[in-house]
């Protein structure tokens, strides 16, 4: 079936768009990787599927499932692709690349979205500069341990992108950030 059909048929009873509550994920030449949330879009515990090109790199596949897992938080202020998580989605969704596949090293080409502009901050998100944030996660795994990435996607239940990461951190952005822009 077409890609268009299938997601149609994603709004039937099934919540997840396949014949079961499992994860579907669609290998298609689309050019472009995605993953896609069910209505309502990125809001509040939404399951989703992946669409996925056989052609790119299997990093790709890391990235879009941490989107499918951020789309299963509920998160506090609004939807998980507001502009509040916006930045933690993609931020957390390259580190998950590294985290998946740490030989491979395809999601260092985002990292100069995010030093070209040093002065920028955390939470921006532009199209680039958010992917490119993801020195921070793999900054804070590295030093505090890859769970700490789970704290934050907890937290933000209860809390904005940036005070779910304060929150999650040992000693907080006042103690990190200055020994990060060091690093």
């Known amino acids: ?8 048929a994603r709004c039937g009873a ?10 579907d994920i669609y290998l298609i030449a689309v050019g472009k990787s ?8 990125g809001c509040k515990a ?32 609004s939807c998980v692709y507001a502009s509040d998580y916006a930045w933690l989605c993609e931020a957390t969704a390259e580190w998950a690349q590294h985290y998946v596949y740490p030989t491979s090293n395809q999601e260092h080409y985002t990292s100069e979205w995010f030093l070209q502009n040093p002065g920028m901050m955390l939470d921006t998100k532009n199209n680039s500069h958010e992917y490119g944030a993801y020195l921070f996660p793999f900054y804070i795994a590295g030093t505090q341990g890859a769970p700490v990435i789970r704290t934050m996607w907890d937290n933000t239940t209860t809390n904005s992108g940036l005070d779910a990461v304060d929150k999650a951190i040992q000693g907080g952005f006042s103690e990190v950030w200055p020994r990060f822009i060091a690093y």
Do not use: W
Not at 49 to 67: C, G, N, Q, T, W
């Open 46 to 77: 939404t399951p989703g599927y992946i669409v996925l090109d056989p052609s790119r790199s299997k990093d790709i596949l890391a990235h879009e499932f941490m989107h499918a897992i951020q789309d299963r938080f509920a998160t506090a202020n």
């Open 34 to 41: 995605f993953e896609q949330s069910l209505s309502p879009p």
């Open 14 to 23: 099934c919540p997840c768009g396949g014949d079961d509550s499992r994860l």
């Open 1 to 8: 079936r077409s890609l268009r059909r299938r997601r149609a």
